[in-house]
């Protein structure tokens, strides 16, 4: 079954400590996939593109194909990246996506 | 990149009655895809509307409840027909601009049936 899994609802980090937002897929083929974030009272947004390998607001994301997973890491946490944020995939040829249920991040002063 | 805007943002409905949204892109799109957010859960795909032809459902969804019209490349309507309180719900309007994978979503309209 096609699936994404955000484990964890709720992570908060200390402005500055490291942050690894968590996200696995179960797909059977060469998902694209993605990172979507939703700041207080904004609309959801696109964040990064794997197949981008870019990096935005300091964040990156590896796709693991041996894992399947897409986690979202930043080195540094800042108070701005309070967010909820969204892991989907989208088969190729597509656009539909499958969403994670999302990671609520808190960063504390 | 596109500008989506969504109303209504927020309603309460009785059970029984019917709620539009309309969804309005600032420049013309081929596909419109309408989502839903039920409390607590992750977006799920409700159908994808095409200019001129019938949007296509998803499993689990049907036109009867959720009819959805696309008269031209810049608007969008999601009807919620003969609400229920399991029909409380955030419903996001998103469109995909050409050539680049990656939604646009309007601000979401939250809807409470009671």
């Known amino acids: 079954a096609q699936r994404v899994t955000q484990p964890e609802k709720l992570l908060s980090v200390f402005k500055g400590a490291p942050v690894e937002l968590k996200c696995n897929y179960s797909?059977?083929?060469?998902?694209?996939l993605f990172w979507y974030v939703q700041y207080s009272r904004q609309r959801l947004q696109l964040l990064l593109r794997?197949?981008s390998r870019e990096s935005i607001k300091g964040f990156t994301a590896d796709l693991n194909k041996g894992e399947t997973s897409f986690h979202l890491k930043k080195p540094f946490a800042q108070e701005e990246d309070s967010a909820m944020y969204y892991c989907a995939l989208s088969g190729p040829g597509t656009y539909k996506y499958i969403f994670g249920t999302g990671t609520r991040l808190k960063v504390l002063a | 990149s596109a500008v989506i805007s969504q109303k209504p943002s927020r309603d309460i409905c009785q059970r029984g009655t019917s709620l539009t949204i309309q969804c309005q892109v600032d420049?013309?799109?081929?596909?419109m895809f309408w989502y839903r957010q039920q409390p607590g859960q992750s977006l799920t795909l409700i159908a994808t509307a095409n200019q001129g032809s019938e949007a296509t459902y998803e499993s689990g969804f049907v036109i009867d409840k959720f009819p959805i019209s696309r008269p031209n490349l810049t608007f969008s309507t999601l009807t919620v027909s003969n609400m229920s309180p399991e029909d409380s719900s955030i419903y996001l309007c998103?469109?995909?601009?050409?050539?680049?994978?990656?939604?646009?979503f309007g601000s979401g309209t939250r809807l409470t049936v009671v």
């Open positions: 794997h197949i």
């Open positions: 998103s469109v995909t601009p050409s050539g680049v994978k990656g939604y646009t």
């Open positions: 420049s013309q799109v081929t596909m």
């Open positions: 797909y059977s083929g060469s998902p694209e």
